[in-house]
């Protein structure tokens, strides 16, 4: 018989569902981890708990770093550690002169507080002694004022009066002392943890990720082992290879690092394999390896193959103003074309840059509002106090720019029509002309500079219009009348110092032709779009070693020039330099231009230049033959000379010559004599009549 049990549930413990399961019971830690895990991260992906940390650390950061900075100023103000560390720095750089200096100062303050000590000691020794004597003249100085007191009023107590006085006011000193004294208790390691804290936050002493995104510092100092981490790091299989195959870990790669001006300096030699070209490629990504900004690093290629030189800016250094002119500080300034240099402004290693302009052209380019146009002016009106130097100049911006060398410049033209194109246009033709005249003088004459400056240039070349004869004003061409004044200024002008300065905005091709950008000796450009415009502005040779204006930022880098060509010291091995040029406001510009007027006899500018007509050589030369078959070389000059002596006055036989060969004529021979003949004369002014009609 079998007996089957049955379980009531009243034989259930009614806590059965309750009873630990031992599996359960050893994963439930595992549980309230897991669940800490996640409200740790749910909290920490609140940005409201990561502000509350960030401010918790940031500030307590700052009481900690306040008091650690606080204690060491108190330590090096009452020992000689300062002078040990600026020892010690001092032996690891090698510079032993130096390090003779601060161990005498240190020596010296140690004497110095020697003789302090000895001093206090004195004074303790004797301070019992002048307390005692001090107590006793004070005490008979009052019996004295007693005495007089209670002589005047007839009563003796007044004797004491005086003395009673004092101690009444020690007993109201202290009883004010008492009241004071438990509210500064209570306040004083407040205003302790206050001021240290003040001192931490000054200093940010607190870690960068805590700091306020205002006053993080991204970028540390440059060291070895980073600047090589960096190359590592830009993606180039090769380097990254040769690097971890170095058993320097790359450190043979580098030159001493050297402070220059607001960064500091490195030759990086590349291995075999790697291209200039590929470092200059990956710019961007290396000032990111280097914690920079990529307009805080700039590579340039020194004479040394394979090898780049980065010059890489202290974090935020570059984005501090460089402060004013001299222009505007020193009223004393004084000019020379000649052997002067205009203060322009400060190279990006903090040096001042200054300028020789004597017989150069110069070109200035870049984006519109990026500070072209006060950087050309500055260079002028530092000019201006040379009262040798005469001006013509032409804004075509027609804004005001220039309105300050009214009464220093000969000729100012302003405005920015087509019409107003044409009048500058004349204007750099009339400079032709001088300078052609200039070119007839006798050798050695000495000639006073004349700067022909064209503001907004591009408006002049791209001026629609034409002239009488039919020729263009603009363009790029040979018959286009600003294009080949322009030319001829370039190529003979410097020898007699005229000399031209254009400004021009965007250059393309059509704006700025490569005759006339090559033409100028100092090429400068600010901020342009592409490289073909950089190469446009400065030349492929200048882009293609490392000058970059097209990497400048648009906007923030005002003023910044990347410079090529002469008259400024680059750096040697350097294909330009850059040059953040002192700004010079309207205001400040108007009152150096009344210093500068005020030195020159009263100059009258005219608004509109008058321009001789252009002499016709051969309607000259036919009105002078007639109809004479013949006549004597000799003869014919001098009645050249009668009909306009400034035009004829330097020309010989050669010259005479030279005009009919240009035609296709020459002169001739009769009895012996050079003779120019009538027949020669006419064929002469067919075949010119003949190119004109062709040009138009």
């Not at 708990?49 to 770093?65: E, I, K, N």
């Not at 195959?245 to 490195?266: T, Y």
């Not at 974090?315 to 460089?322: K, R, V, Y």
């Amino acid at each position: 018989m079998t007996v089957h049990l049955i379980k009531t549930p009243e034989d259930t413990p009614q806590d059965a569902e309750d009873a630990p399961h031992p599996k359960a019971s050893s994963t439930r830690p595992d549980r309230r981890r897991a669940r800490f895990r996640r409200i740790a991260r749910a909290a920490l992906a609140d940005e409201r708990v990561r502000t509350a940390g960030r401010l918790t650390v940031r500030h307590s950061s700052y009481v900690l770093g306040g008091t650690r900075i606080a204690a060491r100023r108190v330590w090096d103000g009452r020992t000689a550690s300062r002078y040990e560390r600026m020892i010690r720095a001092a032996e690891a750089a090698g510079l032993m002169d130096e390090v003779k200096e601060w161990e005498a100062r240190a020596q010296a303050y140690r004497t110095a507080r020697h003789r302090r000590r000895l001093d206090m000691l004195q004074m303790m020794v004797q301070a019992p002694k002048a307390l005692g004597l001090a107590t006793a003249g004070g005490t008979g100085v009052l019996l004295l004022l007693g005495a007089m007191l209670a002589w005047g009023t007839g009563n003796v107590r007044d004797v004491l009066t005086p003395i009673e006085a004092i101690v009444e006011l020690v007993r109201w000193v202290a009883m004010l002392a008492g009241v004071v004294w438990g509210p500064f208790l209570f306040a004083a390691p407040w205003i302790g943890l206050a001021a240290v804290w003040a001192v931490g936050q000054q200093r940010h002493t607190a870690p960068q990720w805590a700091l306020p995104a205002s006053a993080r510092d991204l970028g540390g100092p440059i060291t070895p082992s980073i600047v090589v981490v960096a190359f590592r790091d830009l993606g180039i299989a090769a380097l990254r290879k040769a690097i971890d195959a170095m058993g320097d870990a790359g450190a043979a790669m580098l030159s001493p690092i050297n402070l220059a001006g607001c960064g500091v300096e490195v030759d990086v030699t590349l291995p075999s394999g790697v291209s200039t070209e590929e470092i200059q490629a990956k710019r961007r990504k290396l000032a990111e390896n280097l914690n920079r900004h990529e307009h805080e690093v700039f590579i340039t290629i020194p004479p040394q193959p394979r090898t780049v030189r980065l010059w890489i800016a202290d974090s935020g250094a570059l984005d501090e103003p460089i402060g004013p002119s001299p222009l505007v500080l020193d009223h004393d300034i004084r000019a020379d074309y000649k052997t002067g240099r205009a203060p322009w402004g400060q190279s990006l290693r903090g040096d001042a840059v200054s300028l020789s302009v004597y017989q150069r052209h110069l070109l200035m380019t870049g984006l519109s509002n990026q500070g072209k146009t006060a950087s050309l002016r500055a260079i002028a009106l530092w000019l201006a106090f040379d009262t040798k130097v005469e001006f013509w100049i032409g804004d075509l911006k027609g804004v005001g720019d220039w309105a300050m060398f009214e009464g220093i410049a000969t000729v100012l033209i302003q405005g920015p029509t087509d019409e107003h194109a044409c009048a500058v246009t004349e204007m750099v033709e009339a400079a032709v002309t001088e300078m052609e005249r200039r070119l007839q003088d006798p050798p050695g004459t000495v000639h006073h500079p004349l700067v022909v400056i064209v503001d907004e240039a591009q408006v002049a070349f791209m001026n629609p219009l034409k002239g009488d004869d039919g020729r263009p004003y603009g363009g790029k061409k040979a018959t286009s009348r600003y294009f080949m004044a322009c030319r001829r200024l370039h190529n003979q002008g410097r020898a007699v110092s005229v000399t031209l300065w254009q400004g021009t905005q965007d250059p393309t091709d059509e704006n700025l032709p490569k005759l006339v950008r090559e033409g100028a000796h100092i090429r400068a450009s600010l901020v342009v779009g592409t490289e073909s415009q950089a190469k446009m502005a400065l030349g492929d040779k200048a882009v293609n070693a490392g000058a970059a204006p097209h990497l400048l930022r648009q906007g923030l880098d005002k003023g910044t020039l990347v410079v090529a060509g002469d008259g400024i010291d680059i750096p040697a091995g350097e294909p330009a330099i850059t040059v953040r040029t002192h700004f010079i406001d309207t205001d400040p510009a108007k009152e150096i231009a009344d210093r500068a007027r005020q030195l020159r006899d009263g100059v009258a500018t005219v608004h509109q230049l008058e321009v001789a007509q252009p002499v016709d050589h051969l309607t000259d030369l036919a009105a002078v033959v007639g109809s004479e078959k013949r006549v004597k070389t000799g003869e014919v000059l001098h009645r050249l000379k009668t009909r306009n002596h400034a035009a004829y006055e330097h020309w010989d036989g050669k010259r005479l010559r030279a005009l009919l060969v240009e035609h296709g004529e020459d002169t001739g021979l009769y009895d012996g004599y050079p003779v120019v003949k009538l027949e020669s004369v006419q064929r002469a002014l067919e075949r010119h009549a003949e190119e004109l009609a062709e040009a138009q």
